[in-house]
């Protein structure tokens, strides 16, 4: 199938892209001919991809750079770019293909080295397809000074290497970067295209579907995992049981206590599976001894503790990310509860748990809820600023009592 299908909802960023390939296309075709390239070509060298989570970018992202390297014979007689069967539509999906990078970080932030090492990639030819393809799913993790670093690169690209940077918003790109890009905005799809493609593509229940697309109000990701996962759904059901156990002060810090712990055993399941396995091939490449108590070479002790410095870091991010999970579910719970208080005939998300939205919607009024909203956003913002997820999980939880 077109690469394009995994665009869920994106009809107009889906056009503006497939016009794009067609235009880079006809560019490489004309260089390699040695022919004159097309005077209105609409092909830029830097793309900005924004939109809310789950909206697809990085989708959208992977999608274009297919199109990009698509090699299907159809092309020649017309065909689209992006034909989803080809080798190059085949690898870049799967992220197999050599001219294809496809960046993502699981710490915190992207540092100055890291995008210097990229940058130097970037001036490469294409080895074996049509384009250099760089894809940064977290552009809006990088630091000022990794920004920087790719600022030169993105200003004056090497002339068949093109960047694809992904972020939620604009403001979370450096202004002198996203000056530079042609920028796309994709939108949350709707509750029914999502049910949709889990059922054509995951092949999950009608049923299951659609209750996984509305509980997460169209994230194509969170909605194939709820769907998928049992141990997703039980962890979910518990975070909306929250707004019932803030009643008294005992219950604030004991459900801020339980939320603090779930995630950080995210965090150490993730670490268990990755960091065993980590530490042991660099030992190994390092020359150590096999096992844990082996002496290692001179000289390496400063590699080992940036792997370890590096799998703290990534604990981190881990934690925090079960957090704003819990926390998004959360605003989802005030969100209906809102909804019921004004009447609104906006659909219920969490419809499974109505009896307790119902409840705590005639224990208080619409400016409580919308306060309580309110100490969400300041809690996510705190763990943003590093504060310790304790202290700022209990101070939410007390505002959620007090309202």
Not at 65 to 84: F, I, K, N, V, Y
Not at 188 to 201: G, H, K, Q, Y
Not at 297 to 306: F, I, Q, S
Not at 351 to 375: C, H, K, N, V, Y
Request: some cysteine; overall charge neutral.
């Amino acid at each position: 199938m077109p690469v394009w299908d995994d665009l869920v909802g994106q009809e107009r960023v889906q056009t503006q892209l497939a016009a794009a390939a067609r235009d880079a296309d006809a560019l490489v075709t004309a260089v390699t001919d040695g022919t004159e390239p097309p005077a209105a070509n609409k092909m830029t060298h830097a793309w900005l991809f924004t939109g809310p989570p789950g909206s697809g970018r990085s989708t959208a992202a992977r999608a274009f750079a297919a199109a990009l390297q698509c090699t299907s014979p159809d092309r020649a007689l017309g065909g689209e770019p992006g034909c989803g069967f080809c080798d190059g539509c085949h690898t870049t999906v799967v992220g197999t293909h050599s001219d294809v990078q496809i960046i993502r970080t699981d710490l915190l932030s992207i540092g100055v080295k890291e995008t210097r090492d990229l940058v130097r990639k970037a001036q490469l030819s294409p080895a074996v397809g049509r384009w250099q393809v760089i894809i940064m799913e977290d552009a809006d993790r990088l630091t000022e000074g990794a920004g920087n670093v790719l600022l030169k690169a993105v200003e004056e690209p090497a002339p068949r290497t093109v960047w694809l940077l992904c972020a939620p918003s604009l403001e979370d790109v450096l202004p002198t970067i996203r000056s530079r890009c042609r920028h796309l905005t994709l939108r949350t799809p709707s509750v029914e295209a999502v049910a949709e493609v889990l059922v054509r593509r995951d092949g999950i229940e009608p049923a299951a579907a659609a209750a996984a697309a509305r509980a997460t109000q169209g994230h194509i990701g969170r909605a194939r995992r709820l769907a998928t996962d049992a141990a997703a759904r039980a962890r979910r059901a518990a975070v909306l049981k929250l707004p019932l156990r803030v009643e008294d002060v005992g219950g604030c810090l004991k459900a801020a206590q339980e939320l603090v712990d779930a995630a950080a055993e995210d965090a150490k399941q993730v670490a268990e599976e990755v960091d065993g396995k980590e530490t042991e091939d660099l030992r190994a490449a390092l020359g150590a001894g096999a096992g844990a108590g082996s002496r290692m070479p001179r000289g390496t002790a400063g590699v080992m503790k940036e792997l370890e410095d590096r799998q703290k870091r990534r604990r981190t991010r881990t934690q925090r990310d079960s957090l704003d999970l819990a926390l998004t579910e959360l605003t989802g719970f005030y969100r209906d509860v809102l909804a019921l208080q004004l009447g609104s005939s906006v659909a219920i998300a969490n419809e499974e748990i109505r009896p307790d939205l119902d409840r705590i919607a005639r224990a208080s009024g619409p400016e409580r809820t919308l306060r309580r909203i309110e100490s969400i956003i300041v809690c996510r913002d705190a763990l943003d600023r590093n504060v310790a997820p304790l202290l700022a999980v209990e101070a939410m939880t007390m505002s959620l009592r007090a309202g």
